[in-house]
Each structure stands twice: as structure tokens, then as C-alpha cells.
């Protein structure tokens, strides 16, 4: 069950995920809005929803309906990386 970062994170780019991820699966680039979790390197650890100030983050399971989009997203980013 990855966990998938959503809408809210749009624009934030706050980096306490980046920082407490032990797997380093948190990935952006400069031009991105927002972070991106690998679903095959996310460990489900869940410390990144933890700490995410803007609450963008969520299991798969989880996901608020108007951003379960995000799911293909995050996929799409990654696949690309």
C-alpha cells in the first residue's frame, strides 16, 4: 500500500518528507510543483504522512475521491524518472 502525495502539496514543496523518508523515495525535480512517491521503492512506512504540514499525504486506500487521480500521477512521475 504506497503512499501517494496529493493536491495540497501543489506549490508547497515542503521538504519534511525528503527528510525523514529512510528510502529516499520521495522524488521532484525544479520545474515539478510538487513531490512524488515511488510506489515501488515506498517501504509503507507512513513517517512522511507524519510530518507533511500541509496534510497531502495518503495511503493508497485512503486517498480523498476528488484526489485519487493522484494515484496515476505519482505513478506516471516515476515511471518517467
Given at each position: 500500500?504506497?503512499?501517494?502525495i496529493?493536491?495540497p502539496?501543489?506549490?508547497?514543496?515542503d521538504?519534511?518528507?525528503?527528510?525523514?523518508c529512510p528510502v529516499d523515495?520521495?522524488l521532484s525535480t525544479?520545474?515539478?510543483?510538487m513531490?512524488?512517491?515511488?510506489?515501488?521503492?515506498?517501504?509503507?512506512?507512513?513517517?512522511c504522512e507524519?510530518?507533511?504540514?500541509?496534510?497531502?499525504?495518503f495511503?493508497e486506500?485512503?486517498?480523498?475521491?476528488?484526489?485519487?487521480?493522484?494515484?496515476?500521477?505519482?505513478?506516471?512521475f516515476?515511471?518517467?524518472?
Amino acid at each position: 500500500m504506497p503512499y501517494v502525495i496529493t493536491e495540497p502539496c501543489i506549490g508547497v514543496k515542503d521538504a519534511s518528507c525528503l527528510e525523514v523518508c529512510p528510502v529516499d523515495c520521495i522524488l521532484s525535480t525544479d520545474e515539478a510543483e510538487m513531490y512524488y512517491i515511488d510506489p515501488v521503492t515506498c517501504i509503507d512506512c507512513s513517517y512522511c504522512e507524519a510530518v507533511c504540514p500541509v496534510n497531502a499525504i495518503f495511503d493508497e486506500f485512503t486517498i480523498p475521491s476528488k484526489w485519487r487521480e493522484y494515484i496515476r500521477k505519482n505513478r506516471e512521475f516515476c515511471d518517467g524518472k
